[in-house]
């Protein structure tokens, strides 16, 4: 990859836990740590005063002050009527995703020392037109150019389908998350993987 060329940041969006990944300089996906020194950082979103806060400290709030804490944000996602209060103000389900998007991107330009500006967002196989939107939407809103969203087992399919291999198969690959279960079946050749189905 010449200096010129950007690199892409994938986004695991999951409902418990996210985690961010890129494609190193020998094409292997490689999970970039959290802050903590994690490679997971929980889904979860706290409202202290004028601070948002994310990951762990966050979700070891949510039992103290559960009326600032939000989690479990994308099983909201697409649903218009959503709104989360705090403070005397108001947040879409895409808005608190944005800020997981952007502890995300910000923890990995940190332990990077790399600009972000272009991701790809993973969602459920099953999202619709509207949840997909809004997934998009949490990217853009956390300032970042969404390359594009794609399913989750997808992405799985595509991780596992980078191990070299000289033998030609389909395999069947599994998404089981804290909040969705999909499938994908896959077809590997030599210098294709084609997706054959999802669900």
Do not use: W
């Not at 200096?3 to 890129?22: E, M, P, R």
């Not at 559960?66 to 989690?71: I, L, T």
């Not at 999202?127 to 594009?148: D, K, L, M």
Request: glycine share 8%.
């Amino acid at each position: 990859m010449s200096k010129s060329q950007k690199k892409i940041y994938g986004i695991d969006l999951g409902t418990t836990y996210t985690s961010i990944a890129v494609v190193d300089e020998y094409g292997k996906p490689v999970i970039i740590p959290n802050s903590d020194n994690q490679h997971i950082t929980p889904s979860v979103v706290f409202f202290d005063g004028d601070n948002v806060v994310v990951g762990e400290v966050a979700k070891e709030n949510s039992k103290i002050y559960p009326n600032e804490v939000v989690s479990f944000i994308k099983r909201s996602m697409g649903e218009p009527d959503f709104l989360f209060e705090y403070n005397g103000k108001t947040f879409r389900a895409e808005e608190i995703s944005s800020f997981i998007i952007r502890k995300m991107v910000q923890d990995a330009e940190q332990y990077s020392g790399r600009k972000i500006s272009d991701v790809v967002i993973t969602c459920p196989a099953y999202f619709g037109i509207n949840e997909r939107e809004a997934t998009r939407r949490s990217g853009e809103i956390a300032g970042y150019n969404v390359r594009q969203i794609i399913n989750e087992p997808t992405a799985a399919a595509i991780a596992y389908g980078s191990v070299e291999t000289s033998q030609e198969k389909v395999v069947l690959v599994y998404d089981l998350g804290g909040g969705t279960f999909d499938i994908t079946m896959i077809d590997i050749q030599s210098n294709a993987i084609e997706v054959i189905c999802t669900g």
